[in-house]
């Protein structure tokens, strides 16, 4: 050591003068500090530096011949290494012409070391040349400044280290934490040049200089080592106590929490690892910025800023309880205003430096911390990986990558966002990408394509957005090109390209550098016609948009880059691709020269965006299946004041709580569509997974509930009809009204509030709407419901009303605590928006009990508001528009109905004749056959199906029909199924297709023309048939109820109907219901577990043993009871196999639970040979026998027409169901025995034989129709479940997707399909 150091002071000794000795030791304690890469731009002034720089070994250099360019082409080195880069310039405006570099770098904290050379300080301000007020000049974007004097001996040289030292120091934030530029302003005299002697202009004086300047024992250790003379310890910064961490922990373990993830600008790759890896301890959905990194990996939000563009994903309703924003700002102005919006528990604002980046001030609390600190602060804390990204977000993301991808590559439009997601797409696997300010980088984020490869290394693009500007912004891509190394993609825009048009030089002269440029020429500042400036177009174009004619070829040319003109999307997609194969290296550039107009370019933006919003609403909507029945009016012809109503319940409420009112509505001839809201009877809403609290947040808001309403009212063909709501319902009905008044003829609100109008009473009402979810599923549901019916809200209704309090409380028993708790949170009125404006409209009507205080306080205000208004077009309405229920309390519609119903038919009343409502076209229209065929079917079974006769069957076979058909331009396809049941049916399989067979034949032969009027099924079906097929054939029942099944499917596709049963329902005045409930088929207790969980209606095949049976099926119950609660429900089948005394001794072995579960015994006796008097006789023996311990219902004896409905009629026994099967009676037949049964208060059950999906959806629908009992109709007291539950033993359906995806749990109403579905 002491050697080296005499050698090295020596040489150091033998410097010609002081200006070189100095700029000597600064560049090499640079080096020794990790400093090695400078630009010179070079000048007199700076010429020792620039020497000190050239003749070191471990130094890298640039030249630039622009000091602007330079300083940017410094910041993009910087970037790309990580490290300062020293950029050393000449004194005066060479000086001031790194000042935007500097802004950027400071924004940003990228380190830069600004070596200024400047003249001594007593030439400043006495005009000497060249000579400017150097130091501070760039105020306070530079993180530390120093004026150094003129080199002297007064000045230590180890001082001199030292503040270079500091500057390094500094420049890495390793003092502040807060990284950037630091400039060191270095005075020079002469001699500039390394040369002793004389001094230059003053011969007089001379350049020597003491050698014992040296001679310190500071300097004899520097000269020893390769160690700066001091080195400043990065301050280690561990987040190990911090509660707010601890908080955030504490919401990432709660399963359903919301945490939102917005990852800004990063750094590198590790970072965004880091991040990627906090993402998924947290369980966040993470909206992660172009800039990031992470914006095209997999599990991310995909296009957030368009899919934010849905009204129906606003942040206020998602219930966000946190917001984590790491890294730099964000570029989507959208997402920033969901940030702003979301109003979270908590906002954590992490960030690399010690300073304030809140632009909304919306954080609460700063977090100056590493990403690295932060992800190890949550391993600490034991926070485990989530298995994958939020699913809701992952469904809507791989929705808007849909859209985006057919919209944007399938068009063959050659537009800036085709450019940014073409780059996106095919940027080479280990290149960078760096982005220019303006509308590139907006369109990189919003379009950039995801990729699925999750091992390709993260490489944050690199843009300029610490401010933002577009100037030095290909300079910056040559300098980050030439620190990382590697094949390197620009998106610049035209003006920015035009700002930085020198930069070509440094591009010309780049050497083995491998960089595209692609310059989106737009001719002018397109962005402006994106802002508010684009309506005033007197000055928009001139002054904003700034036209221009730049030749970019002719640039080019001059500077000698490559160049290639682009003016199609496959010809930018040929050359991009090509610049991104391996290639010797290079600068090129790529010009997309665009032909859309600025104007059009918004409207393709907004296309883009309103698509993918669209698609977003559509995806959400379609995890809302609300439950409904729709009722016809007695009177459907009646010509005064005949209205469709809409009837939506109130909190933990169901459509059944309507069904007195829907009585009376319906006798005055009125349809009746009565809802379930989400969260409430047999509505399903999302996959039922457990733990999203997205899906929960989301599914649940006000919005999407109008939104699916207003879509059932569309599917349905229900024109403006007459909305009436009670409390939630009310609410729900005022928004309609609101959002759509398009689709609403009068709006009806029953004691519900039309919104809260200050920000206050809103946070203060969800706050205490979150403390009654809380208590709702932390105490029993029956302990609930007694503390809240006992509040002074419902003014003593307990005790008022004893006898309809218990039965309101018995359906309130049905409700799912859970989803009730989603549904007063998603939709609480503090997140409702106000609706207070409907009370100025003469369509808006309002009524409330007598003897609730509070919402009389509301009426009184509405009164105020409405100004009179309650006159109609035509003169002044009869009807008021508030009403009192006097003995009523806030539960008006359950006590009573009368009133309510009386109110409503005077509403219809008062508006008829206002405004004459469409009815629905006749069905007198005919559809031409086009083509007829067959395909055969062949399903396996899970294992061999044991009947109760016949052999062990393997598979399933039968026959596809396949009806094509055309009414008017309108061409669909309807198709049936054709699958006898051996040993039921008479007729082979082999008979059925040769019947079939010469049916379609001479349908082929001679197409026959189909009127819509089938689709009555009134019995026009059976007499077109008759007449349509070949003479002299009888069809048989399998062939007959495939071809109905084809037939109607064919007609309600063409004729646009809303369901395949709703001509049938309304002809036989039955009421259609959403869903159709199924019962499970089990035989043993193992079978109520696995695929059969979630049923509540089991049917049990008995009929051997009588007191085996009944130990079995006792078992059974007890079973179901535990599984399923008070709602499980058994079905007993014993196919005619007993005695009277056999069944006599089975019914009086069951026990009492199992009894109170039994629903009803099929066929429990034989058939006698004395005809069906006498067998009923025995039903009638059997129930006197066994005191009518339980029912009975009717099924082969029925379906093979020993029985007919006069017999019924006749039998005395406690028949409450008959058992029907379309596969055997056909579909027309099917409905009129049901309609019988529901006129004599008995359950009609469909029942199916082992068929597809194909006619298992048909009698699905054909279910619904008679899931609900009509008006006028005795209730049988047997649940609307029905025989489909043989697809449980299919082990693959020609449906897709099958029909068991179809089926869902509907709490505790068990198995259930949806028919839209």
């Known amino acids: 050591g002491s050697e080296q150091a005499t050698l090295r002071l020596k040489s150091l000794g033998e410097l010609p003068n002081m200006n070189t000795l100095w700029a000597s030791l600064i560049v090499e304690e640079c080096v020794r500090l990790g400093v090695t890469n400078f630009v010179i731009c070079a000048g007199s002034r700076s010429t020792p530096l620039v020497v000190a720089v050239a003749r070191h070994p471990?130094?890298?250099?640039?030249?630039?011949?622009?000091?602007?360019?330079?300083?940017?082409?410094?910041?993009?080195?910087?970037?790309?290494?990580?490290?300062?880069?020293?950029?050393?310039?000449?004194?005066?405006?060479?000086?001031?012409?790194?000042?935007?570099?500097?802004?950027?770098?400071a924004m940003s904290q990228v380190p830069l070391l600004l070596l200024t050379a400047d003249r001594p300080a007593e030439l400043r301000e006495t005009g000497a040349n060249q000579t400017i007020t150097q130091p501070g000049i760039f105020g306070p974007y530079a993180r530390w400044v120093k004026d150094m004097p003129c080199p002297t001996v007064e000045f230590p040289a180890q001082a001199l280290l030292g503040d270079i030292d500091l500057a390094i120091a500094h420049a890495d934030g390793l003092l502040s934490g807060n990284p950037g530029p630091v400039h060191l302003n270095m005075c020079f005299r002469e001699n500039l040049a390394p040369d002793g002697g004389a001094v230059r202009g003053a011969p007089e004086r001379t350049s020597a200089w003491d050698p014992s300047y040296l001679d310190t024992p500071q300097m004899h250790r520097w000269c020893s080592g390769n160690e700066p003379r001091s080195v400043y310890v990065r301050p280690v910064l561990s987040l190990g106590v911090s509660s707010v961490v601890d908080e955030l922990v504490e919401f990432a373990r709660r399963q359903d929490s919301r945490i939102i993830l917005l990852v800004g600008s990063l750094r590198h790759a590790d970072e965004a690892l880091m991040v990627e890896d906090m993402a998924q301890r947290l369980g966040a959905a993470v909206f992660a910025d172009i800039t990031s990194g992470l914006r095209q990996r997999p599990g991310v939000v995909h296009f957030a800023d368009q899919?934010?563009?849905?009204?129906?994903?606003?942040?206020?309703?998602?219930?966000?309880?946190?917001?984590?924003?790491?890294?730099?700002?964000?570029?989507?102005?959208?997402?920033?205003?969901?940030?702003?919006?979301?109003?979270?528990?908590?906002?954590?604002?992490?960030?690399?430096?010690?300073?304030?980046?809140?632009?909304?001030?919306?954080?609460?609390?700063?977090?100056?911390?590493?990403?690295?600190?932060?992800?190890?602060?949550?391993?600490?804390?034991?926070?485990s990986r989530y298995p994958g990204p939020p699913a809701f977000w992952k469904r809507l993301s791989d929705a808007a990558e849909e859209v985006v991808d057919a919209l944007l590559t399938q068009s063959g439009a050659f537009t800036e966002p085709f450019v940014a997601h073409t780059v996106s797409r095919l940027l080479h696997p280990g290149g960078h990408l760096q982005i220019s300010s303006s509308m590139p980088i907006r369109d990189l984020d919003f379009?950039?394509?995801?990729?699925?490869?999750?091992?390709?290394?993260?490489?944050?693009?690199?843009?300029?957005?610490?401010?933002?500007?577009?100037?030095?912004?290909?300079?910056?891509?040559?300098?980050?090109?030439?620190?990382?190394?590697?094949?390197?993609?620009?998106v610049i825009g035209d003006i920015a390209s035009i700002h930085d048009i020198n930069a070509l030089q440094q591009l010309a002269s780049a050497g083995d550098l491998s960089l595209t440029v692609v310059i989106v020429n737009n001719f002018g500042g397109g962005i402006f016609n994106f802002l508010p400036i684009a309506k005033h177009t007197d000055v928009l174009s001139q002054y904003f948009n700034e036209p221009h004619a730049v030749n970019f070829a002719a640039a080019c040319q001059a500077f000698g880059v490559a160049y290639?003109?682009?003016?199609?999307?496959?010809?930018?997609?040929?050359?991009?691709?090509?610049?991104?194969?391996?290639?010797?290296?290079?600068?090129?550039?790529?010009?997309?020269?665009?032909?859309?107009?600025?104007?059009?370019?918004?409207?393709?933006?907004?296309?883009?965006g309103q698509a993918v919003a669209e698609r977003a609403k559509a995806e959400i909507l379609s995890q809302i299946q609300l439950g409904w029945s729709h009722s016809v009016g007695t009177d459907a012809n009646q010509e005064a004041g005949n209205e469709t109503f809409v009837l939506l319940h109130g909190w933990l409420g169901e459509k059944a709580d309507w069904a007195d009112v829907t009585k009376l509505l319906t006798e005055s001839g009125h349809d009746?569509?009565?809802?379930?809201?989400?969260?409430?009877?047999?509505?399903?809403?999302?996959?039922?997974?457990?733990?999203?609290?997205?899906?929960?947040?989301?599914?649940?808001?006000?919005?999407?509930?109008?939104?699916?309403?207003?879509?059932?009212?569309?599917?349905l063909h229900i024109k403006c009809p007459i909305v009436a709501g009670y409390s939630l319902g009310g609410r729900v009905a005022m928004s309609l009204a609101t959002l759509h008044p398009e689709q609403v003829r009068g709006t009806v609100a029953l004691s519900a509030h039309p919104g809260l109008e200050s920000n206050i009473e809103r946070r203060q009402r969800c706050i205490g709407d979150a403390a009654v979810a809380r208590r709702l599923t932390a105490v029993s549901f029956a302990d609930f419901?007694?503390?809240?019916?006992?509040?002074?809200?419902?003014?003593?209704?307990?005790?008022?009303?004893?006898?309809?309090?218990?039965?309101?409380?018995?359906?309130?028993?049905?409700?799912?605590?859970?989803s009730a708790s989603l549904a007063l949170l998603g939709m609480s009125l503090g997140r409702q928006a106000?609706?207070?404006?409907?009370?100025?409209?003469?369509?808006?009507?309002?009524?409330?009990?007598?003897?609730?205080?509070?919402?009389?306080?509301?009426?009184?205000?509405?009164?105020?508001?409405?100004?009179?208004?309650a006159g109609v077009a035509n003169g002044k309405s009869t009807c008021p528009r508030v009403c009192s229920v006097a003995s009523a309390g806030h539960a008006v519609v359950e006590e009573c109905p009368r009133e309510v119903a009386s109110f409503l038919n005077q509403i219809a009343a008062s508006l008829c004749g206002t405004s004459p409502l469409p009815r629905p076209p006749p069905l007198g229209s005919v559809v031409q056959i086009k083509a007829v065929w067959s395909e055969p079917l062949e399903l396996a079974l899970k294992a061999p199906l044991l009947l109760s006769r016949g052999d062990p069957m393997p598979r399933r076979s039968g026959i596809l029909i396949v009806l094509q058909g055309v009414l008017s331009d309108v061409c669909a396809a309807g198709v049936g199924e054709v699958c006898p049941l051996p040993m039921f049916h008479q007729e082979?399989?082999?008979?059925?297709?040769?019947?079939?067979?010469?049916?379609?034949?001479?349908?082929?032969?001679?197409?026959?023309?189909?009127?819509?009027?089938?689709?009555?099924?009134?019995?026009?079906?059976?007499?077109?048939?008759?007449?349509?097929?070949?003479?002299?054939?009888?069809?048989?029942?399998?062939?007959?109820?495939?071809?109905?099944?084809?037939?109607?499917?064919?007609?309600?596709?063409?004729?646009?109907?809303?369901?395949?049963?709703?001509?049938?329902?309304?002809?036989?005045?039955?009421?259609?219901?959403?869903?159709?409930?199924?019962?499970?088929?089990?035989?043993?207790?193992?079978?109520?577990?696995?695929?059969?969980?979630?049923?509540?209606?089991?049917?049990?095949?008995?009929?051997?043993?009588?007191?085996?049976?009944?130990?079995?099926v006792n078992t059974l119950a007890n079973a179901l009871q535990i599984q399923r609660g008070p709602s499980a429900r058994l079905r007993l089948d014993a196919n005619q196999a007993w005695s009277v005394d056999d069944a006599a001794a089975f019914i009086n072995a069951l026990s009492e639970q199992s009894v109170e579960m039994v629903e009803y015994l099929e066929e429990p006796v034989q058939w006698t040979a004395e005809g069906a008097e006498s067998f009923l006789r025995s039903w009638e023996e059997l129930a006197e026998r066994t005191s009518n311990r339980i029912a009975f219902a009717v099924d082969e004896s029925l379906t093979e027409t020993a029985l007919s409905t006069r017999h019924l009629e006749a039998c005395e026994a406690p028949v409450v169901a008959l058992v029907l099967k379309p596969a055997l009676q056909g579909i027309e037949q099917t409905l009129k025995f049901a309609a019988w049964s529901l006129r004599h208060g008995a359950q009609p059950v469909v029942s199916s034989a082992f068929e597809s999906g194909v006619a298992l959806c048909h009698f699905a629908i054909l279910a619904a129709v008679m899931s609900a009992p009509a008006q006028g109709m005795r209730a049988s007291g047997v649940s609307a479940c029905h025989g489909l539950g043989t697809f449980t033993r299919l082990a693959e359906d020609v449906l897709d997707p099958p029909f068991a995806d179809l089926v869902d749990v509907h709490g505790c109403s068990g198995w259930g399909v949806s028919i839209f579905r």
Not at 80 to 95: L, Q
Not at 322 to 347: D, I, M, T, W, Y
Not at 703 to 710: D, G, I, K, N, Q
Request: proline share 6%.
């Open 58 to 105: 471990h130094t890298q250099a640039v030249v630039n011949h622009d000091e602007r360019s330079g300083a940017f082409y410094a910041l993009g080195w910087a970037k790309a290494t990580r490290r300062p880069v020293g950029i050393i310039v000449t004194s005066g405006t060479a000086v001031a012409n790194l000042l935007p570099a500097v802004v950027e770098a």
């Open 307 to 383: 899919l934010l563009n849905c009204p129906l994903l606003a942040a206020d309703l998602l219930q966000i309880d946190v917001v984590l924003h790491v890294g730099g700002p964000l570029v989507s102005a959208r997402l920033n205003a969901f940030s702003k919006a979301a109003e979270p528990q908590l906002h954590i604002r992490v960030a690399h430096a010690p300073i304030r980046m809140d632009q909304d001030y919306t954080v609460t609390h700063h977090i100056p911390c590493s990403l690295q600190a932060l992800a190890e602060a949550l391993v600490e804390r034991g926070l």
């Open 447 to 490: 379009f950039s394509k995801p990729s699925l490869d999750a091992t390709l290394t993260p490489h944050p693009p690199v843009a300029n957005r610490g401010a933002a500007g577009i100037d030095g912004v290909m300079s910056t891509a040559a300098g980050f090109c030439h620190g990382v190394g590697a094949p390197t993609t620009l």
């Open 564 to 608: 290639t003109l682009c003016e199609s999307a496959r010809d930018f997609e040929f050359a991009y691709t090509q610049s991104q194969a391996p290639v010797p290296p290079g600068c090129r550039v790529i010009e997309a020269r665009m032909r859309v107009s600025h104007e059009d370019n918004v409207l393709v933006h907004k296309k883009l």
């Open 672 to 715: 009746v569509l009565s809802i379930d809201l989400p969260g409430h009877g047999v509505a399903e809403v999302g996959s039922n997974r457990v733990g999203d609290g997205w899906e929960a947040a989301a599914l649940y808001s006000l919005p999407v509930m109008v939104e699916a309403l207003s879509d059932v009212l569309q599917r």
């Open 785 to 818: 419901l007694k503390a809240w019916y006992a509040a002074p809200l419902w003014s003593g209704f307990v005790e008022r009303s004893p006898d309809v309090y218990a039965s309101m409380l018995a359906k309130r028993l049905r409700a799912r605590p859970k």
């Open 834 to 869: 106000s609706c207070w404006k409907l009370a100025s409209l003469h369509t808006f009507w309002y009524a409330y009990g007598g003897l609730d205080s509070k919402f009389a306080g509301v009426a009184a205000e509405i009164e105020r508001r409405s100004q009179a208004s």
């Open 988 to 1112: 082979s399989l082999a008979q059925a297709e040769e019947q079939l067979n010469l049916v379609l034949k001479a349908w082929s032969q001679k197409p026959p023309a189909v009127p819509l009027e089938l689709m009555r099924l009134n019995g026009a079906m059976g007499r077109w048939l008759a007449q349509s097929c070949p003479r002299g054939q009888e069809l048989l029942p399998s062939v007959r109820s495939g071809l109905e099944m084809a037939l109607l499917h064919l007609l309600g596709r063409v004729s646009g109907a809303p369901h395949l049963g709703a001509a049938a329902a309304a002809e036989h005045g039955l009421s259609c219901a959403s869903h159709a409930g199924i019962n499970a088929l089990v035989a043993r207790e193992e079978d109520l577990n696995g695929a059969l969980g979630g049923v509540t209606v089991v049917k049990v095949k008995v009929g051997k043993d009588p007191g085996e049976d009944a130990n079995r």
